[in-house]
């Protein structure tokens, strides 16, 4: 299935979903409040851009009265999307910048339990203004995004970090050290980020595990992924994909929990930062 197709699918199941409770005069802000949801999680779905599980669906049609037959027709017309990825063009495409940041930065308001593996580029919510910059520059010099809207998507960036200030979330972060080693932007914007890592592993809530180039790796690390509670989603050179299924959770789930095992924390994680500071403030 193509990803084109793979979203258009995806949007008629939100369209109907959105017909269906319209259909019953309830509002998208009623329907969340039912269930218990953010509101914003009911227009994600209907707009295509979440899939919903199979929970989900019966919740809704419970609210909206459906019966056993459109129940049916509903979970059989998902089940065709479960198991095929989620793939949105890349915002560098498609569409501007801050329409992925803002996205992001939903599921990072509404998750309570956030994993990060990064093997390339320090994770988005740890991420300085200026580091930050040349990352959404990339993506304008290389993909394509549109370069009008840099400055607003690198805003939404930085204020979905504060979300890291919310006690009641706690974050998990790992990278490898490769990341904190990378040249890819100026020496003064990198001494700039590692130094705010370092503060960050102080915060009750985030933590910071580094794996050194040393460790010996339980699995290879194809590619960095995030989990925002049970939704996972990796950036890819061509798209943005995003899983939500159980089984898929519990993969990725154990692959983070495996890559975690053999990171060093705390003392021994700002040793590592600390070290490769070092070695930025002395030019080769």
Known sequence: MSSNQTGSDRGALGARLRELRAREGISGVSLASRLGWVQSKVSRIETGRQLPTEDDVRAWGAVIGADESLLDELLRQLRELRGEHIAWRRGATDAAQTGTQ???????AEATLVRNFELGVVPGLLQTADYARVRLAENVEFHGAPGDDLEDALLLRIQRQQVLYDSAKHFRFVVTESVLRMSLCPVDVMRGQLDRLTALTGMSN???GVIPTSARLPLAPLHGFVMFDDTVTVETWAEEQTWQTPADAQRFGRIFDR???VARHGEHAREIIQTTLAGLATPA
Do not use: I, N, Q
């Open 102 to 108: 803002r996205s992001m930065m939903e599921l990072a």
């Open 259 to 261: 890559l975690h095992d």
């Open 206 to 208: 985030v933590e910071l």
